[in-house]
């Protein structure tokens, strides 16, 4: 997609800490859905947890423009990077989709919901449905599924995104991500224009339109995706300094999550209060893989779960559905959530094995038939053939989202 100097910690170079990251990510939005499940059932607030899951899921945000750009491979093409990214998306989500679909009609939980149709679903299935303030569309089917929406928007601008943050001269990279952290502080501000009803059954009294400018639209979410870029190129510099540690990274998130939650109103804790504690978080924790340095989040554990998040990330609602479908009321919010967790991990893994990993290995990468005999070629002609070949692409999760 772009030429690009020497790294000092080529694309190679893995990180399972990032992937141990993600699994955290993925696993403050299931207690973000446990506690509103628990709340509807039970009257019970849920505010904190619902603000753990609009951080995490701004976490996958930034998150993901680091990943993707730091396994950018200057011989990539826009094209083959599209393939891949399809493929790691939309078959998984198409099954989590049907697997939800079959609950509800199985439920008869889809007839409660009269508006909803095949055709209004279409929007959802091709992850184009939180593009218009239309709350119908965005929770239809899959709820999670509107970060899917955010990540494909990103995806399709990051070949053209790359070479453009690529370009930006060393000394002038903080600058950049100080720019970006502006743009996503100006994202709640800029909301404020707009009006709108509350949405009933959200934690926080946003009037709509506010809602879904400052956390549903694709792209006011894009800052997060450029800041993650902008973090990635600036370990293209050199070894990263841990001027702050993931430790301390982490309590000035929730520090700044405390504070914000009392001092500021509620559209500015989806992602503004949080974003820069959530980059130090990211550098930090890469700097803890390039360094050497000692990671929990490395734990062979913990690169398992990160590896089959964004599975988990899909089926985690419905597998508290059918925990919640099968005990009723006679169980607590608590319990519900102690046994929907194996069970999503379950279905997860099957989801991961099943559909996610065959799509990736058949599809992910442009095939090329292999001929009986190969004549003896130029080294240099052999280079160029070689070129073509799709680069590792690391798993990541949503997003979702």
């Known amino acids: 997609m772009t030429t690009a100097p020497p790294l000092p910690h080529p694309p190679g170079t893995r990180m399972p800490s990032l992937t ?73 989500h198409l099954a989590a989709l049907a697997l939800i679909l079959g609950y509800l009609l199985s439920t008869g939980a889809a007839a409660a919901q009269p508006g909803h149709s095949i055709l209004s679903l279409l929007p959802g299935v091709l992850l184009v449905h939180t593009w218009l303030p239309r709350f119908d569309l965005i929770g239809s089917g899959n709820i999670v599924a509107w970060s899917l929406a955010c990540e494909v928007f990103f995806y399709l601008l990051f070949p053209l995104l790359l070479p453009l943050v690529r370009a930006i001269p060393r000394r002038r990279l903080p600058a950049a991500a100080v720019g970006a952290v502006v ?15 509350p949405v009933p059954g959200f934690p926080w009294p946003v009037p709509g339109e506010q809602l879904w400018f400052a956390y549903f639209l694709p792209a006011a979410r894009l800052p997060e995706f450029v800041l993650g870029m902008i973090l990635a190129t600036g370990l293209r510099a050199g070894t990263p300094g841990r001027r702050c540690g993931a430790g301390a990274s982490a309590a000035l998130l929730f520090g700044s999550l405390a504070l914000g939650s009392v001092a500021l109103p509620p559209v500015f804790l ?77 279905a997860a893994w099957l989801l991961h ?18 001929p009986v005999s190969t004549p003896a070629r130029h080294p240099a002609a052999a280079g160029a053939a070689g070129a073509d070949r799709a680069p590792s692409d690391p798993v990541h999760g949503p997003p979702a989202k």
């Open 270 to 346: 989806f992602a503004a209060v949080g974003v820069v504690p959530l980059a130090l978080l990211i550098r930090a924790t890469a700097a803890l893989d390039l360094t050497g340095a000692r990671s929990w989040l490395r734990a062979p554990v913990m690169v398992f779960l990160g590896e089959i998040s964004y599975a988990f990330y899909l089926v985690h609602v419905l597998a508290l559905l059918v925990v919640h479908q099968v005990t009723g009321d006679a169980w607590s919010g608590f319990a519900t959530a102690v046994f929907g967790l194996p069970l999503g991990l379950l």
């Open 353 to 370: 094995t099943v559909v996610e990993q065959p799509c990736m290995r058949r599809f992910a990468r442009k095939r090329t038939p292999v």
């Open 183 to 197: 743009a996503v502080w100006a994202v709640p501000v800029v909301s404020y224009a707009l009006g709108g009803s």
């Open 20 to 92: 141990g990251l993600r699994f955290v990510a993925a696993f403050g939005v299931y207690l973000c859905h446990a506690a509103f499940l628990a709340s509807q059932a039970h009257d019970w607030p849920s505010g904190p947890f619902e603000l753990l899951g609009a951080v995490a899921v701004s976490l996958f945000f930034v998150l993901s423009g680091f990943v993707l750009t730091r396994s950018a491979h200057p011989a990539d093409t826009a094209r083959a990077f599209w393939r891949r990214r399809t493929v790691k998306i939309y078959p998984s």
